[in-house]
């Protein structure tokens, strides 16, 4: 399997246009995980979904963000409009189910967003 | 507040001594502790994991150490080698209800490794 594919890898928008990132996982995995570094925060949580609903979205920052899952093998991540704060690196990851005798979440290399 | 604690923001070793990284956490509902590597321009990578049933998990030059009652964790790293030299994210689970939880990450130690 060649991994967790994001794309683009790159990204630079003017603030107010629509960005949109994408996630293929890792075949067979049933949880998707979308992550936001930042220099002040760190890797950041923002939402995932399990077997293609979302569970958890309570750290999408705003409204402005939204992502979907409308199969098992591709997410999107989009932030309508986009701030110059949205600038970070996104990083999306899958897993099988984090439980007993289970090991990691397998990350892409993520998309370095920049909004001028 | 941060969940997931990694003081440390970098950590400069001589190759071939032992590398300490050390986390803290404060959620007691956390169960399951993963470290991973990141190398500029890349993804993180799983490198360890240990979990609350267990106090130590070893794995070639890496282990891990749990203290359950200091809500602490270690990893060593011995010897330590130039390869070595990239960022560290402590993470933890709270595997709930037999579901899966996101991780939880620290911010990261930037080690060091000098020739």
């Known amino acids: 399997d060649a991994g967790v594919i994001q794309s683009p890898r790159h990204e630079v928008t003017e603030m107010g246009q629509e960005v949109t990132l994408r996630c293929k996982p890792i075949s067979g995995h049933d949880y998707l995980f979308w992550y936001r570094q930042t220099m002040m925060r760190g890797l950041e949580l923002l939402i995932y979904?399990?077997?293609?609903?979302?569970?958890?979205d309570s750290g999408m920052p705003e409204d402005r963000f939204s992502a979907k899952m409308p199969n098992a093998s591709f997410s999107t991540l989009k932030i309508q409009p986009s701030e110059p704060r949205d600038s970070a690196v996104y990083f999306c990851?899958?897993?099988?189910?984090?439980?007993?005798?289970?090991?990691?979440?397998?990350f892409g290399q993520g998309t370095r967003l920049t909004v001028v | 507040d941060q969940q997931v604690k990694q003081n440390s923001p970098s950590l400069s070793v001589q190759e071939g001594r032992i590398s300490i990284l050390n986390c803290d956490y404060t959620?007691?509902?956390?169960?399951?502790f993963l470290w991973y590597k990141k190398y500029p321009a890349e993804g993180p990578t799983f490198l360890i994991s240990?979990?609350?049933?267990?106090d130590k998990n070893e794995d070639g030059r890496f282990t891990v150490f749990l203290n359950k009652s200091a809500k602490h964790l270690s990893l060593h790293i011995v010897p330590s080698q130039p390869g070595d030299s990239a960022v560290y994210f402590c993470?933890?689970?709270?595997?709930?209800?037999?579901?899966?939880?996101?991780?939880?990450f620290g911010k990261g130690t930037h080690l060091i490794i000098q020739p």
């Open positions: 990851a899958s897993s099988f189910w984090l439980g007993q005798g289970n090991t990691e979440a397998f």
């Open positions: 979904f399990n077997n293609n609903v979302p569970i958890d």
């Open positions: 240990i979990s609350s049933i267990k």
């Open positions: 959620n007691s509902m956390f169960d399951y």
């Open positions: 993470a933890a689970s709270a595997r709930t209800g037999g579901g899966a939880d996101g991780l939880t």
